[in-house]
Nanobody, 123 residues
Framework: VQLQSGGGPVQAGGSLRLSCAAS????????MGWFRQGAGEDRKFVAAIKWSSNRGTYADSVKGRFTISRGNAGNTVYLEMNSLKPEDTAIYYC??????????????????WGQGTQVTVSS
């Protein structure tokens, strides 16, 4: 289980940063990702990064606005969210697992999940 922090209310056009600290049991996994779930919707992929790479993979809806990165210590992942829109409102979950490049966007590739954090963007 990962420990998430960040999130909260923000106005459209604003920024937020989410953090996810990997627990000892998840630090041996190959990738971490962020997913989100809006009210009445399925959980959807947002972004992911492999521990072996500095390059993120993004959903089309957040490309150019969100940035995923790894902490220097290698056990924390961040999601920097800029130019937020009301449609970004959701509960955001971090996840860890042994995802490979072709499965980074698939929630089933992740075995460990954070507790979720609410992001609410008002217009």
């Amino acid at each position: 289980v990962q420990l998430q922090s960040g999130g909260g209310p923000v106005q459209a056009g604003g920024s937020l940063r989410l953090s996810c600290a990997a627990s000892p049991s998840t630090r041996s996994t190959s990738a971490m990702g962020w997913f989100r779930q809006g009210a009445g919707e399925d959980r959807k992929f947002v972004a992911a990064i492999k521990w072996s790479s500095n390059r993120g993979t993004y959903a089309d809806s957040v490309k150019g606005r969100f940035t995923i990165s790894r902490g220097n210590a290698g056990n924390t992942v961040y999601l920097e969210m800029n130019s937020l829109k009301p449609e970004d409102t959701a509960i955001y979950y971090c996840a860890a697992g042994n995802a490979i490049t072709s499965t980074l966007t698939n929630s089933r590739a992740y075995a460990y999940w954070g507790q979720g954090t609410q992001v609410t963007v008002s217009s």
